[in-house]
């Protein structure tokens, strides 16, 4: 089993739709968890990390639940330059610092 | 700002040559890591290193080594390169006692062609 799993997409909405991603992980010793977003040709970045009791960034809303190993971004009010590849990572337990990446989930925000 | 620098944005290699793919970071972090990314698989930790003279296997070490001589440089070696190894190659780095903050910063990688 992959350790962190997402549905690739694409996701295709309208700008100002609302629309969520989820992710589940597969080792329950995982202790960190994140979202990146990386554009097309570009490198990842990171677009927030993801805490217990859930966290907002302006637009954007992220949970997790460490019962179910599953994490989810919300993000309300599309634009069209949140056109991208949203990857769900989270650190692998035995090696500290190192991050597991799940593929991604590709979004495109249409006018 | 941090910056990561990976020395070749795109190479050509044929089957059998030996290939270096060389990063710089310019912030002092002690953690350094090599993935590979390629369609339909995402991003795949191949080594990292916590410091100088240090390297951990990722998940895929086979094919490749590292080197660490510096603390600002981070080499990663394709002994005898295959044509399974053509991908986009990140370089990252990582501040460290940072495990919750997540933030990885990438270079703008290196996109390996073998022949």
């Known amino acids: 089993r992959k350790e962190v799993e997402q549905d690739p997409g694409p996701f295709n909405v309208p700008e100002g739709a609302t629309v969520a991603f989820n992710c589940t992980y597969s080792n329950s010793a995982s202790q960190s968890f994140f979202w990146y977003r990386q554009d097309c040709r570009k490198e990842p970045k990171l677009l927030m990390s993801v805490y217990s009791s859930g966290n907002e960034d302006g637009r954007f809303t992220a949970q997790l639940n460490r019962a179910s190993q599953y994490i989810s971004l919300l993000i309300r009010d599309s634009k069209l330059s949140d056109s991208a590849t949203y990857l769900c990572?989270?650190?692998?337990?035995?090696?500290?610092?190192?991050?597991?990446f799940g593929k991604g989930t590709s979004l495109l925000v249409t006018p | 700002d941090v910056k990561v620098t990976q020395s070749s944005r795109y190479l050509v290699k044929r089957t059998g040559e030996k290939v270096f793919l060389e990063c710089v970071q310019d912030?002092?972090?002690?953690?350094m890591f090599w993935y590979r990314q390629d369609p339909g698989l995402g991003l795949r930790l191949i080594y990292f290193s916590y410091d100088v003279k240090m390297k951990e296997k990722g998940d895929i070490p086979e094919g490749y080594s590292v080197s660490r001589e510096k603390k600002e440089r981070f080499s990663l070696i394709l002994e005898s390169a295959s044509t399974n190894q053509t991908s986009m190659y990140l370089c990252?780095?990582?501040?460290?006692?940072?495990?919750?903050?997540?933030?990885?910063?990438f270079g703008e990688g290196s996109r390996l062609t073998v022949l």
């Open positions: 912030m002092d972090h002690e953690n």
């Open positions: 990252a780095s990582r501040p460290p006692g940072q495990v919750m903050s997540g933030e990885l910063f």
């Open positions: 990572v989270v650190n692998k337990p035995d090696s500290g610092y190192a991050l597991n």
